[in-house]
């Protein structure tokens, strides 16, 4: 009886350790699957960001060459500046003609007469698209903005002492606190546009 006891017992445990390793060999590869599945997700998602913020950077910066040819030049007729940051900058009599600045910060910018030697030059922006560009606090005394269009721009606190808005599309446009001593504003058109005082002024709607 002992002897047979003893052949019968490790017939169970035999099978307990074959249960246990198989599934263990089964487990494992499960865990591996799970872990490689979340990796190869969050590496999709965040490759998926990362293209996203550099085609919203591709469409909003201005093209680093146009924006250094106008500080060595002075000059950008009929180029595309938009959202280009410039502010503070020197840009005394610059030719901004259908010039491109929707968007642009050329906020407390220099853009006053530039004296030489023979003559004065003002900033001509004349037939530009200065869309919700934002002059605030910007020296413009001077300049034209013969027939440009200035739809909802920010000229609050700007000195526009003697600049011209003939013919010019100020719908929108931000005044307040500006300087326009001697400005000339025949034939601008004026909608919802805030006044140096404050009040509004939609004699053009």
């Known amino acids: 009886m ?15 350790h074959r249960r246990a390793r198989r599934h263990r060999r089964t487990s494992l590869p499960r865990r591996n699957n799970v872990s490689l599945n979340s990796t190869s997700l969050t590496a999709l998602k965040l490759a998926a960001l990362i293209a996203a913020a550099g085609a919203a ?9 146009k924006v250094e040819n106008l500080r060595v030049t002075n000059a950008c007729k009929y180029c595309d500046l938009t959202d280009a940051a410039l502010p503070g900058a020197d840009l005394r009599g610059a030719d901004f003609q259908n ?18 030697e023979k003559r004065t030059l003002s900033t001509n922006f004349e ?30 606190g700007a000195d526009l002492s003697n600049a011209s808005f003939t ?9 307040k606190g500006a300087k326009l001593d ?17 009040s509004v002024n939609d004699s053009g709607c």
């Open 167 to 175: 013919s010019a599309n100020l719908k929108g446009a931000n005044l």
């Open 2 to 16: 002992a002897a047979l006891t003893g052949d019968r017992m490790p017939m169970p445990q035999i099978k307990y």
């Open 99 to 116: 010039a491109n600045l929707s968007g642009a910060n050329l906020s407390k910018a220099d853009l006053s007469q530039r004296p030489m």
């Open 182 to 198: 001697g400005v000339k504003l025949e034939e601008a058109k004026l909608c919802n546009t805030t006044m140096p005082d404050g």
């Open 127 to 156: 037939s530009a698209n200065l869309k919700k560009t934002n002059f605030e606090g910007a020296k413009l005394n001077g300049a034209s903005f013969l027939n440009a269009y200035l739809r909802d721009t920010n000229l609050q």
């Open 57 to 65: 950077l591709t469409a909003t910066a201005a093209d680093p060459a």
